[in-house]
C-alpha cells in the first residue's frame, strides 16, 4: 500500500474534514468515489466478470453526464467473445437501486447496458448485467478515498483522450487558431442557412422568434419553446401587455401551477393574477396547449428557468419594436470592445415587478433583484441566433459589406460561459486546455463543430475516425 507522508499539512488536511478517508469494513464507499473509480478504471481489468455471467472488457468506460439520465455515456464494452457494445453505464451502490431510483420506467436509461454496483449477491430479473466493484479495486479504499481529493481524480485520464490529441497538441498556435476559426465560420453560415430556409417559409421576423425561442430553451427545453413560438402568430395580438403575455405563455406551456403556493404572499398575488387572465382564455387555446411532459427541469440552473425566460420574452413581444431595433443595431458602426453592451442594451427590458424578484413561481423573494436578462445568456443569443440571423438577410439582400461587418462581428465577439461539451472536448481533443485559452466565442463554436463533425460520428474509443488524420494533413 502507498504510505501517504505524515506532514502537517497531511494532517492539517484530516483534522478539518476536508478528506473522508475510508477503511475496509466500513459503511458504503460514496457514489462520487465509485464514479471516480469507474472513470480512471482504478480496478484489476483483467478480472472483470459479470455477476454470474461471462468476463468483460471495458475497451472505454465513457463519459461521465452532469446532465441527467446515466451516469456515463457513450461507453464501449465488450461481453465474452460477442462483438463490442456500445452504451450507457449506471454506477449504484446496490442492485435495488434500479427500481428504487426509477430507472426501471424512465426511457433516459433504455440504453444502459452495465449496471455497475458496489457489491451484492444477486440480480434482478429484466435487469442490465452487473458488474460488482467491492473485490476488483486495484488499491485500498483508504488510498482511494485519499487518491478522490487530488487533481488526478478530477481530471480527464490521459487514455480517456481521442485520437487526435496528440496531432492537435503538435499543430502550432496559430494554426489552431485557424483550424478552429474555419470550423467556426461553418457553423455559422450553418445557422444561417437554417434560419433563411425558415425565413422562405414564415417570414424573417417569424424566423427569428423561433430562434430566440429555441435559444432560451437552452439544451433541455429548446424544443417545448420552438413549439410555443411557431404558434406566435396565433397568440400574440395587439396591445397586450407583458403580464397578459406571461399568462398566455405559461398557461400555454402548462407550466402554471394548480395551486397556490400559501406560503408567499408576493407569488400568490401575482399567480392570481396570471390565472384570472388564464382562465378567461384558456378554452381558446387549448389545442396548442403543450404538454407538461415535454419540460425537462433537472440539472437547470434556477435563472434558466422556462418559467423565467417566458416572462423575460412576453417582455420582448409587448414591446413590439426587437425587430427594428436589431437592425438598427446592426446598422450602427459599433466598436469590437462595445458589441456585447450595445446589444444587451437593446435586448436589456424594465425591472419586473415579480420576475426581477424571483426565480421561479415557487421560490423565495430575491434579496436583491436580478435582471431577466444577463451578459452570458447575450453572447448565446448573439452568436447562435441575431448574428447568424442577420448575417442571412445580408445575403439574401445582397449586401455584401452588410454581411462582411456581421462575420465581423461574430469572430470578434468575447468568449462565452463554459458548458459540460466545452469542458470535455478540451480535454479529449486539447489535452485538457483551460477555458481562458479561448479568447472569443468563434473559438468555442469551432470546437464544438469540430465535436459535431468527428466525434458524434464515432465511438468513444474513436473508432474510424479520420479527424486525426487530417489534422496531420493540416499541419503539413
Not at 397556490?260 to 396548442?288: K, P, S
Not at 428557468?305 to 414591446?319: E, T, V
Amino acid at each position: 500500500m502507498f504510505v501517504y507522508p505524515s506532514s502537517f499539512y497531511a494532517r492539517w488536511r484530516l483534522q478539518s474534514g476536508s478528506l473522508c478517508v475510508l477503511r475496509e469494513g466500513d459503511a458504503p464507499p460514496p457514489e462520487k468515489l465509485l464514479q471516480a473509480v469507474w472513470q480512471h478504471q482504478r480496478l484489476r481489468r483483467h478480472e472483470l466478470r459479470t455477476f454470474d455471467g461471462p468476463a468483460i472488457k471495458i475497451l472505454h468506460p465513457g463519459f461521465i453526464s452532469h446532465s441527467g439520465g446515466p451516469d456515463f455515456r457513450g461507453a464501449v464494452v465488450q461481453f465474452g467473445d460477442a462483438p463490442p457494445r456500445t452504451g450507457d453505464i449506471e454506477v449504484d451502490l446496490h442492485a435495488g437501486g434500479w427500481r428504487a431510483h426509477g430507472h426501471d420506467k424512465n426511457p433516459a436509461f433504455t440504453n444502459v447496458i452495465l449496471h455497475v454496483l458496489w457489491d451484492g449477491d444477486k440480480a434482478a430479473p429484466g435487469t442490465p448485467p452487473k458488474l460488482f466493484l467491492r473485490d476488483h479495486l486495484d488499491s485500498p479504499l483508504a488510498e482511494l478515498s485519499v487518491w478522490l481529493n487530488t487533481d488526478a481524480a478530477e481530471a480527464l485520464p490521459e487514455t480517456l483522450r481521442g485520437q487526435c490529441c496528440g496531432p492537435l497538441r503538435e499543430l502550432a498556435p496559430e494554426k489552431l487558431s485557424e483550424l478552429l476559426r474555419q470550423a467556426a465560420q461553418i457553423r455559422f453560415q450553418a445557422k444561417a442557412a437554417q434560419f433563411a430556409a425558415r425565413a422562405r417559409q414564415a417570414g424573417w421576423e417569424q424566423s427569428l422568434w423561433e430562434g430566440i425561442f429555441r435559444a432560451l430553451g437552452y439544451q433541455h427545453n429548446s424544443w417545448p419553446m420552438l413549439g410555443l413560438a411557431e404558434q406566435r402568430l396565433r397568440w400574440l395580438t395587439p396591445k397586450l401587455s407583458p403580464l397578459e403575455l406571461q399568462a398566455r405563455l405559461l398557461g400555454l406551456a402548462n407550466l402554471l401551477p394548480a395551486e397556490l403556493t400559501r406560503t408567499q404572499a408576493g407569488a400568490d398575488v401575482y399567480l392570481r393574477r396570471v390565472w384570472d387572465q388564464w382562465w378567461r382564455e384558456r378554452d381558446e387555446f387549448a389545442d396548442g396547449t403543450l404538454p407538461r411532459s415535454l419540460w425537462r427541469f433537472h440539472g437547470q440552473r434556477p435563472a434558466n428557468h422556462p418559467q423565467r425566460r417566458l416572462a423575460l420574452a412576453a417582455h420582448w413581444l409587448a414591446g413590439g419594436k426587437l425587430f427594428f431595433q436589431l437592425e438598427g443595431w446592426c446598422a450602427a458602426e459599433l466598436p469590437e470592445e462595445k458589441l456585447a453592451a450595445t446589444l444587451l442594451e437593446v435586448l436589456q427590458i424594465e425591472p419586473d415587478k415579480f420576475w426581477s424578484w424571483h426565480w421561479t413561481l415557487h421560490s423565495a423573494r430575491l434579496k436583491k433583484p436580478q435582471p431577466l436578462l444577463g451578459a452570458a445568456r447575450v453572447t448565446d443569443l448573439a452568436v447562435n441566433v441575431i448574428l447568424p440571423w442577420l448575417w442571412a438577410r445580408a445575403v439574401e439582400g445582397g449586401n455584401a459589406k452588410l454581411q462582411q461587418a456581421m462575420e465581423q462581428r461574430f469572430f470578434a465577439w468575447p468568449a462565452a460561459e463554459d458548458n459540460a461539451v466545452l469542458r470535455l472536448a478540451r480535454q479529449r481533443l486539447l489535452g485538457g486546455t483551460p477555458r481562458r485559452s479561448f479568447q472569443n466565442a468563434a473559438s468555442q463554436q469551432g470546437l464544438l463543430q469540430i465535436v459535431r463533425d468527428f466525434c458524434d460520428h464515432s465511438n468513444a474509443v474513436c473508432e474510424q475516425c479520420r479527424f486525426p488524420e487530417l489534422v496531420g494533413n493540416f499541419a503539413g
